[in-house]
């Protein structure tokens, strides 16, 4: 059983086009994120929800808007999609235990390539 | 501005060999640190983390050090084996930033046999 789901796992699209990617995970982790990885390799915070509520986020363009419809699922819609937003884009989450934290369990990433 | 920096691209080792990553941070509030490893198509899985208030952290063959005077930390693995070769990733968070890591643009790890 996958712990962290994404779909799709690939995605070529048109420019101006909508576009959404889901995320589910079956960790029972309170925290969520999205991580964009560019063509120069960086791996960058987007968003992260605890508990359904936004608790990070990073300086993004409003066509990104993330939502969480519930602690397990956290969706990535992309409006007006533009050239520049073509990466890899990772889900992830992790659990605080006590004030310990172990890091995150990513998903295998979305390859969201506009043309 | 590059908080985690990985300045060596890739690192190619003999099967056997020890292989050592190297990774510097400038944000003196981080004070806890994270390799991932990376195969192609998936995702960064987890292998190793480090707390500032400790200076090493061994599981296996893989061992993390930490210099936090230097601001610098490295992950040492030994024996290195074919299976060892992907990226890895550098990370670090520190408290009251709701987990966010950082992460380091990864070093490409060949393990020739």
């Known amino acids: 059983d996958t712990a962290v789901s994404q779909t799709p796992k690939y995605l070529v699209t048109q420019m101006g086009n909508d576009k959404s990617i889901k995320c589910e995970q079956n960790?029972?982790?309170?925290?969520m994120y999205w991580y964009k990885q560019d063509s120069k390799k960086f791996l960058k915070i987007m968003f992260s929800?605890?508990?359904?509520?936004?608790?990070i986020n990073e300086t993004v363009p409003n066509r990104f808007s993330p939502k969480s419809p519930d602690k397990a699922h956290l969706n990535l819609h992309i409006n007006s999609l533009e050239l520049g937003d073509s990466a890899v884009y990772f889900c992830?989450?992790?659990?605080?235990?006590?004030?310990?934290?172990?890091?995150?369990?990513f998903g295998s990433g979305t390859r969201l390539t506009v043309v | 501005d590059q908080q985690v920096k990985q300045n060596s691209p890739s690192l190619s080792v003999q099967e056997g060999r020890i292989s050592i990553l190297n990774c510097d941070y400038t944000?003196?509030?981080?004070?806890?640190f994270l390799w991932y490893k990376k195969y192609p198509a998936e995702g960064p899985t987890f292998l190793i983390s480090?707390?500032?208030?400790?200076d090493k952290n061994e599981d296996g063959r893989f061992t993390v050090f930490l210099n936090k005077s230097a601001k610098h930390l490295s992950l040492h693995i030994v024996p290195s084996q074919p299976g060892d070769s992907a990226v890895y990733f550098c990370?670090?968070?520190?408290?009251?930033?709701?987990?966010?890591?950082?992460f380091g643009k990864g070093t490409l790890l060949t393990v020739n046999p």
């Open positions: 929800y605890n508990n359904k509520e936004l608790i």
């Open positions: 990370a670090a968070t520190s408290g009251g930033s709701n987990y966010k890591l950082t």
């Open positions: 944000n003196s509030m981080f004070d806890y």
């Open positions: 480090i707390s500032s208030i400790k």
């Open positions: 960790l029972g982790h309170d925290t």
């Open positions: 992830a989450s992790s659990q605080e235990w006590a004030g310990w934290f172990d890091g995150y369990t």
